[in-house]
Nanobody, 126 residues
Framework: QVQLVESGGGLVQPGRSLRLSCAAS????????IGWFRQAPGKEREGVSC???????YYADSVKGRFTISRDNAKNTVYLQMNSLKAEDTAVYYC????????????????????WGQGTQVTVSS
């Protein structure tokens, strides 16, 4: 059974860091691109970052320079290191694997992903 499970969320103060994990089971993560998305209350789901099979990475402008995506194929896990967190980063964070070709122009489009995890809540507040 294909499954992605997110973990690592929590409540942190502005300026602090969190590392999210996306653990895959039922398939070899090395053959897929993995995307991180987030959804805040009342807002649409938005693409945060993506890492392709060979390591190419993409980031939303809002997180560029603060977030870093990485993958450990041996552990079948993708990570999202989030530094200098801001209140506007508050959201439920989801990971998913790609279901179609991804490029610089479309990596942030949720319909191109499948097998979504259940999400992990990140709250940035003082």
């Amino acid at each position: 059974q294909v499954q992605l499970v997110e973990s690592g969320g929590g409540l942190v103060q502005p300026g602090r860091s969190l590392r999210l994990s996306c653990a895959a089971s039922g398939f070899a993560l090395r053959y897929y691109a993995i995307g991180w998305f987030r959804q805040a209350p009342g807002k649409e789901r938005e693409g945060v970052s993506c890492i392709r099979e060979l390591g190419t990475t993409y980031y939303a402008d809002s997180v560029k320079g603060r977030f870093t995506i990485s993958r450990d194929n041996a552990k079948n896990t993708v990570y999202l290191q989030m530094n200098s967190l801001k209140a506007e980063d508050t959201a439920v964070y989801y990971c998913a694997r790609n279901s179609g070709p991804l490029y610089r122009t479309n990596w942030h489009e949720a319909p191109l992903f499948e097998s979504w995890g259940q999400g992990t809540q990140v709250t940035v507040s003082s």
